[in-house]
């Protein structure tokens, strides 16, 4: 009984796991180079030395199974769409956690396939490092490859930096948390597309702030067609800004993030109010849906960080299929607000009092949005007016002046056009 605390102490589930690998295909043989903490196999039992050190001399076998049941087992390699055989355990390494052989492909298959670490080094066993060669049997190197990581089941939180290096091409970083599912090192157009069309639409529906800020934009109007409008300047709008921010148009400091999500909660505000005094026409409403979209489109940005490295070298087409997720996601909320607020404005309340009760509903939950966000902004330093900044601040003018005139030919157009309508109903 003394014993199990100690025994359960040494086996827990880490909180925090990194995992670094290398993936190259050459020739038939696809080589995948691995590192991870022998403490996250916690059902091996290492052999230890008298003095509880890492026994070296004993420790191949259990470093080979360990090597096979965490890794290999689990590991998922396909070529196109076909599935390989499992890997094979080429070659296991204790290492040092300051050795540094996983700084290159070429450094750490050297480390590999070179001499072992010494019998009598003196390293515990859960701070040493358990390197792996993997090898699949491939038909060739050029071929469309994925790769499904199962890393999860180290520990609480694990990161993965995983390094694809094709023969042909430069090579391609990937920062995986968890489990990210199959993850393709070089897609096709239409496999990112689809990706990034699932992602936007995913996004628009677990976004509280951008859920609340088109519930605003509904609430008022309730019409379809009143709405298109509205909409799609919202879309075209966060379209442009998201584009910029993807391209490096927008500035990398950490100020910028806190920001525009402070800003975001504000205008969640300002309609919620908009809608309670009944400032509300479509004129109106489109072109302010059109210049806070061009914030919530920073903010869009902000999701697509971490999730921009399975684009590829379909940057563009991406952004573009986020983008028509994000539209589908709203005509989806859309079609279910609009019956909804039209039930419930015809039948239980009425309609500039349901409006006036749901856009104050909104209203307190911007308003503690948007001071709490403010709180956190104000503990960032503010750039000083530097040539960096001044920098920043010419290319928002230029952007501002050409997102402006945009703004102005299609009110114009718009004004015309209903001028005309107006024209062709009093004739008739």
């Given at each position: ?238 379209s442009i800004t998201l584009i910029a ?118 209203a307190h939950t911007a308003w503690h ?60």
């Amino acid at each position: 009984m003394l014993l199990l605390p100690r025994f359960a102490a040494a086996h827990e589930i880490p909180a925090s796991v990194v995992v670094q690998a290398f993936l190259r295909p050459q020739g038939q043989v696809a080589r995948l180079l691995i590192r991870v903490p022998m403490a996250a196999m916690r059902d091996v039992d290492f052999p230890l030395r008298g003095d509880g050190l890492l026994d070296l001399a004993r420790a191949e076998p259990a470093m080979q199974d360990a090597a096979t049941r965490w890794l290999a087992n689990d590991l998922v390699l396909y070529e196109g769409d076909t599935r390989l055989p499992r890997a094979t355990v080429v070659a296991v390494r204790a290492s040092l956690p300051s050795d540094r052989a996983f700084t290159t492909y070429e450094n750490a298959l050297a480390g590999l396939t070179g001499p072992r670490l010494s019998p009598a080094t003196a390293i515990v066993w859960n701070q040493a490092m358990l390197d792996v060669l993997l090898e699949y049997p491939i038909s060739s190197d050029r071929a469309v490859f994925s790769i499904q990581p199962a890393f999860a089941r180290l520990g609480v939180r694990v990161a993965t930096a995983l390094r694809y290096q094709p023969p042909a091409g430069a090579e391609r970083a990937f920062d995986l948390t968890g489990d990210p599912g199959l993850v393709r090192l070089d897609p096709s157009w239409h496999q990112a597309a689809w990706r990034f069309v699932k992602l936007g639409f995913a996004h628009i529906l677990d976004g509280t702030d951008h859920l609340l800020f088109l519930a605003c934009l509904v609430i008022p109007f309730r019409r379809f067609r009143a709405l298109v409008l509205i909409v799609t300047a919202f879309t075209v709008a966060h379209s442009i800004t998201l584009i910029a921010s993807a391209s490096g148009f927008a500035p990398d400091a950490l100020w910028f993030s806190p920001l525009v999500e402070t800003l975001i909660a504000a205008s969640i505000l300002y309609m919620a109010l908009e809608n309670i005094i009944g400032a509300t026409n479509v004129q109106r409403r489109w072109a302010l849906a059109f210049a806070f979209g061009l914030i919530h489109g920073f903010g869009f940005s902000f999701a697509l960080r971490d999730t921009l490295q399975f684009a590829g070298s379909h940057l563009l087409t991406s952004l573009l299929a986020f983008n028509v997720g994000v539209e589908f996601g709203q005509l989806f909320v859309l079609a279910l607000l609009v019956p909804a607020l039209t039930f419930l404005f015809k039948s239980v309340v009425n309609p500039r009092m349901g409006t006036v009760l749901l856009s104050a509903f909104v209203a307190h939950t911007a308003w503690h949005w948007t001071t709490e966000r403010w709180d956190a902004l104000r503990q960032f330093d503010w750039p000083g007016a530097g040539p960096v900044s001044l920098l920043w601040v010419v290319r928002f003018l230029i952007v501002a002046v050409i997102v402006g005139a945009l703004a102005w030919l299609l009110a114009v157009k718009s004004g015309r056009l209903e001028v005309r309508q107006r024209s062709g109903e009093s004739d008739a």
